[in-house]
Every structure is written in structure tokens, then in C-alpha cells.
């Protein structure tokens, strides 16, 4: 892909994107039907989509609070230092906790946002307990979300 990944994007690959986007699972003739194409084109450029990852993959939109997760929340986490070593031991640390969803790097006021989910209370304390006993770790800020009013997945589609 060049510098700009969407100028390799034609209409036709942008309205791919967008039908996949929002429903993952439909079929490719349900899919080539709606973005006007016969099937045999349509999977070959959902192939070429997946192949050059635009695509990443698929996934189900699961519920955590149905699956016994009541709380999300996000740990503002400082390091010791910026070396390269210590911000790679972190993200290799917190890559095995399945209660972190999200794990971003960042600039300004810390160095990585983590998002994470816990059981209850006692679970989000431990987490957090575990999160500031690391060694590399200097300072975690938690912030508990009271409730979510957007949460869509993937990124808009330009046309």
C-alpha cells in the first residue's frame, strides 16, 4: 500500500469495507449483491482486502457485562523510564492479561492507556494492586467508567 492507504481504495473496496464493518458475517453473495458486483469479483477483492490487512480479521461483539464482566475501566500508566527495554517489557507484561482489551502507547501525562475489564470491584482493585506492583511501573491513574454512550468498532469509511 502507498503512504495514503486509502488512495488504493476504490468506491467499490470502500463499500466492501463499510458492509463488512458492520455485519462480518454475511455472505459473499449477500455481500456482492449489495455493493452492486457479481460474487466471484467481490470475494476476490475481499481475498486481495485481506491479504494487503486492511482487513485484520473477524470477530464477534461480545457483551462483557453478560459474560460477567460489570466493569471497564482505564489505567493511566506511568513508567520508570522511556527505554525502549522497559516499554517493551510493559506491553510484554500486560499482553498476557486477558482483563486488558486495549494497550496503547502514548504522548502526554503517561505512557501507555490500558482498557480493562473486571468482575467487580475487589477484581478492578486487584488488577490495579497488580498494575502498580510492577516493577517497571511508577504511577497508575484508574478512571471507572459510569456508563458508555458510544462504543462502535473499526473506523469510518470515506468516500
Known sequence: MSADPDSSLDEVDRQILAELQAD???TNVELARR???SAPPCLRRVR???EERVIRGYHADLDPVALGYEITFFALVGLESQKEAMLTA???RVRDWPEVRECHMIRGGG????RLVARDTAHENALTARLTAAEEVARVQTL???RTSK???GV????
Open 144 to 146: 471507572q467508567t459510569i
Open 151 to 153: 462504543d462502535e468498532a
Open 35 to 37: 455493493v452492486g458486483l
Open 48 to 50: 486481495r482486502l485481506e
Open 90 to 92: 510493559f506491553e510484554s
Open 111 to 114: 505512557d501507555f492507556l490500558l
Open 156 to 159: 469510518p469509511i470515506g468516500g
Open 24 to 26: 462480518g458475517r454475511m
